[in-house]
T-cell receptor
């Protein structure tokens, strides 16, 4: 069975600084990988996804993530954050089938001036 | 506009009083699911449905029921709510096999 570990529960960062959110997963089969963002009092929306092909994936709002199969990681990065990036970020894994998206516990990003 | 709509968005109820949280999607998606979100635990799947009249348990189904009589609707039923079901609930739909979900805005439930 798949599992997802987000290594940081909270990441404080200054505006215009870079940020990296770490995600590791375990699975015995090939997987699809996702990062979702949840802004305050809202539902989750997709930031980016890895299905196949290039291991560097670009998403919305300047975010990107790199799939590393040997390290079973899918870390999310942004070179320069804005105050509006304050949100909770979830890494998720899907094992090539419907209905089994497994989420990590989430990382709260707080951007301060 | 493509969307998943949940109601109510906020609800306070008492132990044992049956309640239903409705969910509707307008994207003609076959797959729908319910999650609950609790601090430090992320999102955990309660139930999912592959199509009309096809439902199955997720990771935390105890205390919940669902039905899928129409493709667009997937209500979550708490027959006898208890305080440990106080949580933030999300309905989601999925349009293809890659696992990308479209979420509703959430329903915050408090059981006293």
């Amino acid at each position: 069975a798949q599992s997802v570990t987000q290594l940081d529960s909270q990441v404080p960062v200054f505006e215009e600084a870079p940020v990296e959110l770490r995600c590791n997963y375990s699975s015995s089969v090939s997987v699809y990988l996702f990062w979702y963002v949840q802004y305050p009092n809202q539902g989750l929306q997709l930031l980016l996804k890895y299905l196949s092909g290039s291991t560097l994936v670009k998403g919305i709002n300047g975010f990107e993530a790199e799939f590393n199969k040997s390290q079973t990681s899918f870390h999310l990065r942004k070179p320069s954050v804005h105050i509006s990036d304050t949100a909770e970020y979830f890494c998720a894994v899907s094992e090539l089938s419907w209905g089994k998206l497994q989420f990590g516990a989430g990382t709260q990003v707080v951007v301060t001036p | 506009e493509a969307q998943v709509t949940q109601n109510p968005r906020y609800l306070i109820t008492v132990t044992g009083k049956k309640l239903t949280v409705t969910c509707s999607q307008n994207m003609n998606h076959e797959y729908m699911s319910w999650y609950r979100q609790d601090p430090g635990l992320g999102l955990r799947q309660i139930y999912y449905s592959m199509n009309v009249e096809v439902t199955d348990k997720g990771d935390v189904p105890e205390g919940y029921k669902v039905s899928r009589k129409e493709k667009r609707n997937f209500p979550l039923i708490l027959e006898s709510p208890s305080p440990n079901q106080t949580s933030l609930y999300f309905c989601a739909s999925q349009g293809d096999y890659t696992g990308e979900l479209f979420f509703g805005e959430g329903s915050r439930l408090t059981v006293l």
